[in-house]
């Protein structure tokens, strides 16, 4: 969860609230999914993390087919 009042976020701290990888993280930086800014290392604005979980779209989880095999 984004914590309120935290201005900045590292790759880490932010791979940490996304539960993903650095890697994933700097991906949605490279592809400019998530705005970051280079102080020294990339940090990222809690409100644009926030903003990005509030509008990353969510997938539908569908169930798989339950067909019975019949041998």
Partial sequence: MVEAYKPLYTVKEASKVL??????????????????????AMKIRGSDLERFIEKYPAGETEEPDQEENTY
Avoid: E
């Fill in 19 to 40: 539960k993903v990888n650095t890697d994933a993280v700097y991906d949605l930086i490279r592809k400019r999914q998530l705005p970051a800014l280079r102080l020294g």
